[in-house]
């Protein structure tokens, strides 16, 4: 029997390095990324109800900002899941914010990738994981790499997943009360002529190794000079983590967040007293 309620942790994700490629026809960008989840997560919840409903809870400044009507992307991937599976019905669903919102941190990606799984649970609907992806990567570029529970290497526009090897790490999380919108930090990487990082291979080698020195020395991420450019308080942050000790940091994503990576874990609660607000993460969470 299907069960009445099902609970799914959400987790954020950090772009290790963030290599974008060129330009598309369809608007997207070729690019290659390690994705890897961190501890901090929303929780989602889905229970048996007539209609089908989102409620998202959490500190009004996380909230605030989480579209509530069709633009809510668990909304989306509920309506998405519904089409493709024959024993679906209402359902409500609870998201519990944790994730700060358009923080290159993947939240809402999580939020609906976390949706499709628990709803696939709660109907029944016995879809495998490939299914899902197919579903979640037309949501957002981000949703397939979040189903699956571990680090990923991207390459399309998010949606092509290889798994990569990556031992636990020590972060400091830097978020901001604004973000940055995916569509212009790519537009402002065409519009300053699209410079493209190294070869990851090193840091993949590292991250694989646990060597977090040599990891610190090779994050990066091509959006950087662009949005760094235009939100100067985001290249501070970076600066401010190198500066205080961190092994390295890297904006995520198209930002506003910026990473600082630690040697263990003690290292990154005395790096994040010097940050007020930021956040201790391990990326991706030990088992
Ligand atoms: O797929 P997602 O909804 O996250 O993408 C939002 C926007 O970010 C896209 O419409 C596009 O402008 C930009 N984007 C991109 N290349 C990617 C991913 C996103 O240009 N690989």
Redo the contacts with the bound molecule.
């Keep these: 029997m299907a069960p009445r309620e099902v609970r799914r942790e959400a987790h954020a994700k950090i772009n290790v390095f963030l290599r974008?490629l060129a330009?598309?026809e369809d608007?997207?960008?070729?690019?290659e990324s390690l994705v890897a989840p961190i501890s901090l997560a929303d929780t989602v919840t889905v229970r048996e109800a007539e209609a089908l409903r989102v409620d998202v809870r959490g500190a009004e400044r996380l909230t605030g900002d989480v579209p509530a009507g069709g633009l809510n992307l668990a909304l989306v991937a509920a309506l998405a899941i519904g089409d493709a599976c024959p024993d679906a019905g209402g359902a409500e669903i609870v998201i519990e914010k944790r994730i700060p919102v358009a923080a290159g941190l993947g939240g809402g990606?999580a939020d609906a990738a976390g949706t499709l799984l628990a709803l696939n649970d709660l109907w029944g609907c016995g879809l495998d994981l490939a299914t899902l992806a197919q579903l979640g990567e037309r949501?957002?570029?981000?949703v397939p790499a979040m189903l699956v529970a571990g680090p990923a290497l991207v390459s399309?526009?998010?949606e092509q997943l290889a798994p990569a090897e990556m031992a636990s790490f020590w972060w400091v999380l830097v978020h901001f009360g604004f973000g940055v919108?995916?569509?212009d930090?790519?537009?402002w990487w065409d519009e300053d002529g699209g410079a493209r990082g190294p070869d990851p291979e090193p840091l993949l080698d590292a991250a694989a190794a646990g060597d977090a020195d040599a990891l610190g020395r090779h994050l990066f991420n091509d959006l950087e000079p662009s949005v760094f450019a235009r939100y100067p308080d985001i290249a501070r942050a970076k600066e401010g983590l190198l500066s205080a000790g961190a092994l390295g940091a890297v904006m995520s994503g198209?930002g506003s967040s910026v990473v600082g990576l630690a040697g263990d874990e003690a290292d990154a609660w005395s790096l994040a007293e010097r940050f007020p607000g930021s956040l201790v993460v391990a990326g991706p969470p030990a088992h």
């Design positions: 974008v330009a598309r608007g997207y960008h070729d690019l990606s949501i957002g570029s981000d399309g526009r998010g919108r995916s569509p930090a790519y537009r198209s």
